[in-house]
């Protein structure tokens, strides 16, 4: 069963296809577009030189069971030291088949071209995550990203729905089935390496999340004129466990996440994977592990496309800080929830940097 769309009618009002507008009227960007002052981005593709370091690199290769102890225990101290330090990091030898990743990227690519009443087809409607189009659109006069996306649930199957899966190009339903299938094993094993790290049973997160949901996101960001005046993905954190970026190849620079207060561009490798910690595992760790505000931005002469994977626990899982992270020193920062409803609390409002936390936040009350 398909999860159940938002019945209440929302007024949205006109949303104008952004590939559409940079194919037909490059020079405009309509008034919806423009960000007020103080929420416009700035477009520096290189990181800061003052911001010495760049997001960490973890070789998947020296986790495996193969490797020498030594080896093992020291990328799974990287990768600690990423989760913790960062909440974001890049992943080589992450064990999904490059040719597959090529496929599912040069797919895409195709689809976002396609006339747009073909991909109309596969409306995404107000208030519903699946489809093309824009989400997280919920009144009149909110701003709009510049980016069209195509975003379908993938596990489990029956939170799929299957019209809106595309029939062009040739042969992508099956890719992307595929492709899903090996970012999944990776993000168990990352779950796996992330608990032990913590000092936790392997299978600790696992055996929590149940039948984990997943799903991507597609999403595609035309170049724009003026892409200082205009947001191509809002700040948020996401609201999954763990997130898999996969940039395409000969993207510009577009991601960004905020560092101390600075945002940060990130340069992806080539062939890498770029992982982030969510807002479930900053809960599971009471905040030890930080789910990081990000955002992406346009780029003045290239299109740039991003396959995203969110990883979860089942919807029907309750939610809390585990005990090993609460005593004296680090009180408990969340309540317990049902991650469906912290989902659909996810879904029905805006994206706005980390505040759909808040939802499970306890709130503390200052001494005065
Ligand atoms: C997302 C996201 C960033 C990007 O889809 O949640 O953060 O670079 N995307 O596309
Ligand atoms: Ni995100």
């Known amino acids: 069963m398909a999860p159940i769309p938002i019945i209440s009618p929302i007024n949205v009002g006109h949303i104008d296809d952004v590939i559409e507008l940079s194919k037909t009227k490059p020079d405009t960007i309509p008034q919806r577009f423009v960000r007020d002052i103080t929420e416009r981005p700035t477009i520096a593709t290189t990181p800061a030189n003052n911001h010495h370091h760049h997001m960490p690199i973890i070789d998947f290769s020296n986790l495996s069971k193969h490797n020498t102890h030594e080896l093992f225990l ?3 101290l990287n990768l600690a030291t990423a989760c913790k330090n960062w909440g974001f990091f890049q992943v080589v030898n992450h064990g999904v088949d490059l040719n597959l990743m090529e496929s599912i990227e040069k797919m895409s690519n195709e689809f976002f071209m396609l006339p747009l009443e073909e991909k109309q087809k ?5 208030g519903t995550i699946q489809g093309y189009g824009q989400a997280f659109v919920f009144s009149e006069d909110q701003k709009l990203d510049w980016c069209n996306m195509l975003a379908l649930a993938i596990e489990p199957q029956h939170a799929r729905n299957p019209n809106l899966w595309p029939k062009k190009p040739e042969k992508f339903s099956e890719t992307l089935e595929e492709y899903s299938r090996e970012v999944r094993k990776l993000c168990e094993n990352l779950v796996k390496y992330i608990a032990i790290g913590l000092g936790l049973k392997e299978e ?6 149940g039948e984990a949901v997943q799903a991507i996101r597609i ?3 035309p170049a724009c004129s003026r892409p200082e005046l205009v947001m191509g993905l809002s700040p948020h954190s996401d609201g999954s466990a763990l997130t898999v970026l996969q940039q395409a190849k000969g993207s510009p620079v577009g991601l960004q996440i905020l560092k101390d207060g600075i945002w940060i561009p990130v340069h992806t490798l080539p062939n890498a994977l770029v992982i982030n910690i969510g807002d479930t595992i900053e809960v599971l760790t009471n905040g030890k592990y930080k789910s990081v505000e990000h955002r992406a931005v346009a780029n003045e002469n290239k299109d740039r496309l991003s396959l995203v994977t969110f990883y ?5 899982v309750e939610l809390g800080p585990m005990p090993e992270f609460v ?3 680090h009180p408990c920062k969340f309540r317990r929830y049902n991650h469906g ?6 879904i029905t409002h805006r994206l ?14 200052n001494a005065f």
């Open 219 to 221: 999403n595609y960001y």
């Open 327 to 329: 005593d004296a020193n």
């Open 204 to 209: 600790a997160f696992d055996s929590m999340f």
């Open 341 to 346: 409803e912290y989902s659909k609390h996810y």
């Open 352 to 365: 706005q940097g980390k505040k759909a936390l808040d939802f499970a936040k306890i709130q503390t009350r």
């Open 122 to 126: 596969y409306p995404m409607l107000p």
């Open 312 to 316: 979860a626990p089942s919807y029907e």
């Open 74 to 76: 020291h990328e799974l």
